[in-house]
């Protein structure tokens, strides 16, 4: 039977926020958890990843969980290991301990960050490209989907891992023309994820049908995902503004885009 509560973690984010509008039209009910409060949500439950009891009562009873919580960027490896490692640990032994289902994981483009972009008349970057995680953002992201494959070969839970490009209302760089998926498309490519049958552990990437794609929708659109955007309309004014990729830049010439080569933020 298709889910219909669904337990969404890192509620009050960007990506959280507006999968809370969009989601309910496809008929979820869904649960809110994050550490920082959920604006305009009573019901919300303010928490950290880190508890396990307010976990394991967080996912009790739920059909599925959408699993946006953690660290969305670059941070020193301590947080990262806390939030995004340990986090997504406990998150997915409460799920285990309380027989949910499946969860769908956000994981990222940054788990495979150091691909080179493919130029012009190149394949696409396949869903089983080698995993070059770009920062220990990244790396975490590569851990949380083996984690997902341990579970699925484990446990039988059930994970689709969403390698998410760039999910904002516009795309606002001429990388991001590549890598960009609409809310809309968000919206579409989670609900695929939450309701196709007999996933195992897929690995998706996830994006918008853009013209400038540099990675295979293939394993998204074999979940019944048929995205509907293109970031096209946006390439004439990002591309006056900002100009055209150069390839001898390496933040231009690798899907994780600056992610690459920004100056490192942990001690050294
Ligand atoms: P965000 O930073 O806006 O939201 C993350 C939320 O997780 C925040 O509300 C934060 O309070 C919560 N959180 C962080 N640590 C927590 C903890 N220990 N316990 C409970 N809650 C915690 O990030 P955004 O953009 O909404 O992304 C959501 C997820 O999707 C993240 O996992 C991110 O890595 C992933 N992602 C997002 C992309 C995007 O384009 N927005 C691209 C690729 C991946
Ligand atoms: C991510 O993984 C981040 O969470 C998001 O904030 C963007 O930076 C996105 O990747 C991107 O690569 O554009």
Redesign the pocket.
Known sequence: PAPRTVLL??A?????TLMRSLLPEYGYTLRLF???PVEDAPGAITA???DTEALREAVRGVDAILH?????LEAPFEKILK?NIE?TYNLYEAARREGVPRIVF?S??HAVGFTPAPRAGEPLIPVDTPRRPDTFYGLSKSFGEDLAQLYWDRHGLETVSVR?????PEPTSVRMLSVWMSPADGARLFHAALTAEEVGHTVVHGSSANTRLWWDLASARALGYEPQDDSEPYAGKLIAEQGELDPANPAHSHLGGHFVDDPPIWPH
């Open positions: 973690t890192g009050a984010g960007g990506l959280g994050d550490v920082r950290d990843l880190a946006l919580a953690g660290i969305s939030a986090g956000a990222s483009n998410i490009g760039s999910c904002f």
